[in-house]
């Protein structure tokens, strides 16, 4: 067990429609970052976020947001959603800002199915 | 811009012989390469890092890798491979000038037979 936890672990839902992700990092952890795996994309990096700030950005769609609160723990949100979304989508985490090492720890996931 | 080829998409060995799995990366300056291991329905784990100390990296459950610079290679090994190593697994690296931001292999799957 890692320690970061995601909630919900699946999700099956409609095209166009919303769903928010959420994630829980390890204690003490105040980076957190979002990953997308898929079949034809393999694991992606969508964005980081440090201590409540936007910190690095990937390849994420304009159609996806994050926020970290001020508990540290984070939410993708995910809105007009198109048959490609479905993926599993991990949550990480570290301690640190993105400078040095920068071993991050992984969520279980939750695997989306947009219908 | 930083990349990770793993040479096989897919690697099939029998219980207790030697397994190796190939990656090759770039970077354009002094890389953390990670192995990552992702058994079926699971989150990743960390097998092991390397971070500019000793280029031959020890890891858990009997993996190593060893970093060549030279290569840009940075290949993952165990001695004997057991039926629960059966899994994906990912290299990875990461460098200063993209941000400490993870780019991962396209994965592989180690199959074990008996």
Known sequence: D????????????????????????RS????????????????????QYYNGEERAKGNI????????????????NLSSLELGDSALY?????????????????????????? | AQ??????SHVSVSEGTPVLLRCNYSSS????????????NKGLQLLLK????????????????????????FHLTKPS????DAAEYFCVVSDREAGNMLTFGGGTRLMVKP
């Not at chain 1, 890692?2 to 990092?25: D, E, F, N, W, Y």
């Not at chain 2, 002094?30 to 058994?39: A, E, G, N, T």
């Not at chain 2, 491979?81 to 629960?84: E, P, R």
Request: contains cysteine.
């Open chain 1, 2 to 25: 890692s320690g970061v936890t995601q909630t919900p672990k699946h999700l099956i839902t409609a095209t166009g429609q919303r769903v928010t992700l959420r994630c829980s990092p």
């Open chain 1, 28 to 47: 003490g952890d105040l980076s957190v970052y979002w990953y997308q795996q898929s079949l034809d994309q393999g694991l992606q990096f969508l964005i």
């Open chain 1, 61 to 76: 769609l304009e159609r996806f947001s994050a926020q970290q609160f001020p508990d540290l723990h984070s939410e993708l």
């Open chain 1, 90 to 115: 991990f949550c990480a985490s570290s301690d640190l800002a993105g400078l040095g090492h920068n071993e991050q720890f992984f969520g279980p996931g939750t695997r989306l199915t947009v219908l």
């Open chain 2, 3 to 8: 990349s990770v080829t793993q040479l096989d």
């Open chain 2, 29 to 40: 300056y002094s890389p953390s390469l990670f192995w990552y291991v992702q058994h079926p």
């Open chain 2, 50 to 73: 390397y971070t500019s100390a000793a280029t031959l990296v020890k890891g858990i459950n009997g993996f190593e890798a060893e970093f060549k610079k030279s290569e840009t290679s």
């Open chain 2, 81 to 84: 491979a057991h039926m629960s």
